[in-house]
Nanobody, 126 residues
Framework: QVQLVESGGGLVQPGGSLRLSCAPS????????MGWFRQAPGKEREFVAA????????YYADSVKGRFTISRDNAKNTVYLQMSSLEPEDTAVYYC???????????????????WGQGTQVTVSS
């Protein structure tokens, strides 16, 4: 079983920035397509961003395009979600996800991902 550990969440003011990190255990990062989902209270879990295991393909939800950047550092075996220009609507629990199947394009639905982290809280508030 692959364990995904997220970190970097916290409280930030509107317009601020945060960087989330995800470190999988037991396997190398390039064995998986990686992504981020988020879920706000009373809301359905939604896709945020994804990064393919090869080719450097990235995908973003329309709501975060231009503000969020997903990246991976293979040397550190870590996936990142850089979040800028944060808005109150970005408040949610953010989940790191991993998909062991090769999909073209990468998946944007929760059921396609095999492994999920415990989540890290991001709160955007004045």
């Amino acid at each position: 079983q692959v364990q995904l550990v997220e970190s970097g969440g916290g409280l930030v003011q509107p317009g601020g920035s945060l960087r989330l990190s995800c470190a999988p255990s037991g396997r190398t990062l390039n064995s998986y397509d990686m992504g981020w989902f988020r879920q706000a209270p009373g809301k359905e879990r939604e896709f945020v961003a994804a990064h393919s295991r090869s080719g450097g393909r990235t995908y973003y939800a329309d709501s975060v395009k231009g503000r969020f950047t997903i990246s991976r550092d293979n040397a550190k075996n870590t996936v990142y979600l850089q979040m800028s220009s944060l808005e109150p609507e970005d408040t949610a629990v953010y989940y790191c996800v991993a998909d062991r199947l090769i999909r073209i394009p990468v998946a944007t639905t929760p059921g396609s991902y095999d492994y999920w982290g415990q989540g890290t809280q991001v709160t955007v508030s004045s």
